[in-house]
């Protein structure tokens, strides 16, 4: 059994993680463009979609993280396959699993919250979360596609920002 402090250090480098991954896909400035558009397309304000993108990321990294057993310190082992696969697979509750009650940065307990309120609205809401999880999906394929390692993990994703 991991203590509240682990689940703290292990949920920073999942917000970690979920903060890198829109920079590296930008690295080809039209994903930002396309991303953008999808997001006027669904009726998602901007800023709100991709604030939401990153916690979809850590939220789901955590989860499969807490899932496996896992430390912070083993944390950069976890495949970005596996995270990928849990952003359609898991449903938006099982993200919320596992969380540490209280965030060191109020961005992060303020994002939890926002996901949280949406996961439970239904509706276009979750229709909405929906969407997002099939762009970080996306994402991260499109990162692990980039990588010069086969089997690209965590630790890659972040060590490559």
């Not at 970005?80 to 109020?106: N, S």
């Amino acid at each position: 059994m991991t203590s509240e402090h682990e689940h703290e250090t292990l949920w920073n480098r999942c917000a970690h993680l979920g903060r890198v991954l829109l920079p590296l896909v930008d690295q080809e400035p039209w994903r930002q463009a396309r991303r953008r558009e999808h997001l006027r397309a669904w009726d998602i304000d901007t800023a709100v979609g991709e604030r939401l993108i990153e916690t979809f990321t850590a939220l789901t990294a955590h989860a499969v993280a807490v899932d496996a057993s896992l430390t912070a310190a083993e944390f950069d082992a976890l495949p970005l396959r596996a995270v990928a696969d849990a952003t359609t697979g898991k449903r938006d509750y099982e993200l919320l699993a596992g969380l540490p009650g209280t965030f060191a940065d109020d961005r992060d307990e303020h994002a939890v919250k926002v996901f949280r309120l949406r996961a439970y609205a239904g509706g276009r809401a979750g229709l909405q979360l929906f969407r997002l999880g099939t762009e970080v999906r996306h994402a991260l394929t499109v990162v692990a596609e980039r990588s010069p390692v086969p089997s690209p993990t965590c630790g890659d994703l972040l060590h490559a920002n």
